[in-house]
């Protein structure tokens, strides 16, 4: 299991991708990269400079932008697996990544911000930097000028481990970074996007642009349609503004008459065995399709029944219909049109519900939550002490976190008796020392790993058996579980007693001390 850095160490031999070493050159001290090869399809290079002291206090900044370039490039960002919990956990870390690009900021026009499209040629760009390059060497200010030809320079480097654009463009970014303390750091990170960039920029500013990253991150979820009448059914999906017919076949029913005599019973079982044969090869070919039969779970985040006729409502309660899918229905809706007239109206009429899906779901989330706690059914666990102990006993089905959680989690090592403590502080927490001293003993308690409880969680979380879900603040539901129950919880696997296993577990300690 890969373990993000200590706190007061460069040391990432933990990494499966990437070594780093301590190389002495003249005045400063460098790292310097050795890049093996590349196990993760996002990240493909980072490498980070830094001209201070290990244990500066100007550390903050930059430990913070290293570390989501380590979150990247360690954990298991791979989009194509196609998992919807390992898809959030990689976006949020890209969020993190374009976080801390943000709150950069350096001296002049000495951070550069690159960013090429696929089919874009290296060859291009690289004449565009030596032009750049000349340009830059009139610059009147000499710091300015030299911050601007090195990062020119570490870019030019960087291009040259390239012999092509990756198939989802090139994002980079290089310069010289100040911190809180005004020294300076320099840092220099390229990976591909996940999914393909359309944009081409090239921007020499006090600040990383992240605009067109920001842009990659709206949501794009793929969403299925079912469109079914009594001449035929049509499937298809839409994605962003992308619209797919995957596939569509018509059927002959007969109908409904008061012809037939004696054989009116037989001509209406004859009718109703075609229609459940009609009803039956449609929830067959919905399994083909939206589906994936490398993972067995749906393809698609949601999915829209639409029909001029009851055989959408017939196939959402139908037995024959994959339960898979069921759970992802959206919505039931009436078209006038069948085929891909009733594709485009389902879609229009479908518009906001798929705006909103990504609330809908956080909202059946927590109220599935609530609803284990109003019932006391026991299947539930809030708070960080409570979900930590749950989840070492693999009871946790379902991690809940707020994405903003503002917890730390600290290894922290008695420096009398050489006794390890793991404690989890916010910030409020962390400025009491009283946090930071043996309580019995009075001895100190020394720092030996200090990583965001969030960062921790998305690392980690399989080890426990569960899935990770983030949630915001911006439902109403939301909002609550934020403020009433310190934004971490759990929904359980089996019933559990906290209180029981807290009074146990005194009553050891209790026993201990004697």
């Known amino acids: 299991m890969v373990r993000p850095p200590p706190s007061h160490s460069w040391i990432w031999e933990a990494s499966p991708s990437i070594a780093l070493t301590h190389s002495r050159r003249r005045r400063h001290r460098m790292m310097k990269p050795i890049h093996t090869q590349h196990m993760w399809p996002i990240i493909n290079r980072v490498t980070l400079f830094s001209f201070i002291k290990r244990d500066s206090t100007g550390f903050k900044l ?3 932008l290293s570390f989501a370039c380590f979150c990247l490039s360690s954990g298991c960002l791979n989009m194509a697996d196609g998992h919807e919990t390992d898809k959030n956990i990689e976006i949020w870390k890209i969020k993190k990544l374009i976080k801390a690009l943000e709150s950069a900021r350096g001296n002049g026009t000495s951070m550069i911000s690159l960013i090429m499209p696929p089919r874009d040629q290296i060859s291009r760009v690289t004449k565009m930097l030596a032009d750049e390059y000349g340009t830059a060497s009139n610059i009147k200010s000499r ?8 990062a020119i320079t570490s870019a030019q480097q960087r291009l040259k481990l390239y012999s092509k654009v990756p198939p989802n463009g090139l994002v980079l970014y290089t310069g010289t970074i100040v911190t809180e303390d005004g020294k300076e750091k320099k840092v220099t990170i390229d990976f591909e996007p996940f999914k393909p960039i359309n944009v081409s920029l090239y921007l020499c500013d006090n600040k990383f ?3 067109a990253l920001n842009e990659l991150l709206e949501s794009d ?5 079912i469109v079914m009448d009594g001449n035929g059914t049509l499937f298809g999906t839409l994605s962003g503004n992308t619209r797919e017919v995957l596939h569509k076949f018509t059927v ?3 109908k409904k008459h008061g012809r037939g005599g ?5 001509f209406a079982r004859l009718r109703m065995e075609k229609r459940h044969n009609y009803v039956r090869k449609t929830a067959e070919l919905a399994t083909q399709f939206f589906i994936n039969p490398a993972t067995s779970q749906p393809n698609v985040a949601g999915l829209i029944l639409a029909g001029s006729a009851d055989f959408k409502t017939e196939l959402s309660q139908s037995d024959m219909f994959d339960p898979r ?4 229905i959206l919505n039931v809706v009436d078209v006038s049109y069948g085929g891909e007239n009733g594709f485009n109206q389902a879609i229009e009429l479908s518009a906001e519900i798929l705006s909103n899906v990504k609330f809908i779901q956080e909202k059946k989330l927590i109220g599935k939550y609530f609803e284990e706690i109003s019932q006391d059914t026991g299947k539930y666990v809030f708070g960080v002490d409570d979900t930590l102990k749950a989840l070492e006993m693999g009871a946790v089905e379902t991690l809940i976190v707020w994405e903003n959680l503002d917890i730390n989690r600290y290894v922290l090592k008695n420096s009398a008796s050489g006794e390890i403590t793991i404690k989890h502080l916010n910030k409020d927490q962390e400025a009491n020392q009283s946090n930071f001293r043996d309580p019995a003993s009075n001895a100190e308690l020394e720092v030996q790993e200090k990583v965001s409880l969030l960062e921790w969680f998305a690392n980690e979380y399989k080890r426990f058996g569960c899935t990770l879900e983030f949630v915001t603040n911006k439902s109403q539901e939301g909002s609550q579980f934020c403020r009433g129950f310190g934004g971490i919880g759990g929904i359980l696997r089996y019933q559990l007693d906290m209180r029981s296993l807290d009074e146990l577990s005194d009553d050891e300690a209790y026993e201990d001390s004697d």
């Not at 710091?143 to 030809?149: A, C, E, G, K």
Request: net charge positive; glycine share 4%.
């Open 252 to 254: 002959d029913l007969p």
């Open 62 to 64: 930059f430990k913070s």
């Open 143 to 150: 710091v300015n000028r030299q911050s601007v030809l090195a």
């Open 262 to 266: 004696q054989s009116a019973l037989r």
């Open 209 to 211: 642009h992240t605009e």
């Open 325 to 328: 899918l069921q759970a992802k």
């Open 221 to 225: 979820d793929k969403f299925g349609f």
